[in-house]
């Protein structure tokens, strides 16, 4: 077992870690029996996923263990200087050792689906606030490009002169949700716009929504609860593109959730698209529901989860942004928009870390 020997995060995930080894041990075993295909893939990438955290785990038990033997051995004159120096080196190289392991099991935790909707819409603001958001869209698949993460444009409206209305992506990878898991909220711009002609600065918003994409399993639709019509796909100015009617509206009946899109040319492709939007919102509908029933789990880094509330400015004449959730600034705002963002992700992550271990000590997640 791992000691509880104060307040450490180590010590606090303790009985989390220990239900981690005896996971895997579970895993070792089973796999030497005979599997069923299936079930097979899915120990094995069960193993892969918690394999490093383990690893960490036995690490750190073996440094304790030569701590602990190091401490024995001080009293024998002839291995004092030894196990002097030997508790000296283990006893520095445990604080790293620990902090690797904490990041390592919530980073674990937090691996998230490899596939998000990523959702943009311009808020107030008019045509600022719809040119901002096409920005907003262009940093986040530029920082999805830069993680090697695949995207792909699902639905679209409201361009014109570099802006957008509404944009619908799927981003596809691992990483997806670690990168984008804290950007749901409010985006404010702060910049003198070019068509400013007395240099006022102007107030701008749209809005971010990241949904993890759900699968067919998780998210079973009945045919009876779909309202499926057709339509011509538009265009800017809302001239009719299409002669035939391509573009799809699906209407989920009992919630009364509406998705379309009309990006494809394809009636199939367009309404498979719709289906996995409306997968992901119905998700997220469940998801925010059980959030709600649970209050207390609520009170973390990222607020209350209402889309509504304001969690980043972007301030151009000040070269500044700013995440109102941690209270922290960060300049270079030209590289941010270019999809540099990790040391905003890092910092809220880490803000969130040490949000969670509170929790954790006190039995409340």
Request: glycine content about 8%; some cysteine.
């Amino acid at each position: 077992m791992i000691p509880s020997d104060g307040a450490r995060p180590v010590t606090v995930l303790a009985p989390r870690l220990n239900a981690l080894l005896a996971r895997m041990e579970a895993i070792e075993a089973r796999l030497l029996e005979a599997v069923p295909p299936p079930e097979l893939a899915a120990l094995m990438k069960e193993r892969g996923r918690i394999a490093p955290v383990v690893a960490l785990v036995h690490e750190h038990r073996r440094l304790l263990q030569e701590i602990e033997d190091a401490r024995g051995l001080a009293a024998d004159p002839a291995f004092a200087a030894l196990a002097e120096e030997t508790r000296a080196r283990a006893e520095q190289e445990l604080p790293q050792l620990e902090s690797r392991l904490v990041a390592q099991f919530l980073e674990e935790a937090d691996a998230g689906p490899e596939g998000v909707i990523l959702e943009v819409r311009a808020g107030t603001g008019g045509e600022e606030a719809a040119l901002f958001a096409g920005e907003l869209v262009r940093m986040y698949v530029r920082a999805c490009e830069r993680h090697g993460l695949q995207v792909e444009v699902l639905d679209e409206s409201g361009r014109s002169m570099g802006g957008v209305r509404e944009a619908v992506l799927s981003v596809a990878g691992a990483g997806a949700w670690k990168l984008l898991r804290f950007e749901s909220g409010g985006h404010r711009v702060q910049r003198v716009p070019a068509t400013e002609a007395a240099g006022r600065v102007h107030t701008s918003a749209a809005t971010v929504a990241v949904l993890p994409e759900a699968s067919a399993a998780e998210i079973v639709i009945a045919d009876a609860d779909l309202r499926i019509e057709a339509f011509r796909s538009s265009g800017p100015g809302g001239q009719n593109v299409n002669k035939t009617s391509t573009a799809i509206r699906i209407t989920h009946i009992p919630t009364g959730l509406a998705v379309s899109c009309q990006d494809e040319k394809s009636q199939s492709r367009n309404k498979d698209r719709a289906l996995k939007v409306l997968r992901a919102r119905l998700l997220d509908q469940e998801e925010q529901r059980l959030h709600a029933a649970r209050t207390h789990a609520r009170r973390v880094l990222i607020g209350s989860g209402d889309r509504s509330e304001r969690i980043r400015t972007y301030n151009f004449p000040q070269d500044r942004v700013t995440d109102h959730r941690i209270g922290a600034s960060f300049h270079a705002l030209p590289s941010i928009m270019e999809g540099d963002f990790d040391d905003i992700v890092a910092a809220l992550a880490a803000s969130e870390t040490a949000e969670r271990l509170k929790r954790i000590a006190l039995g409340e997640a």
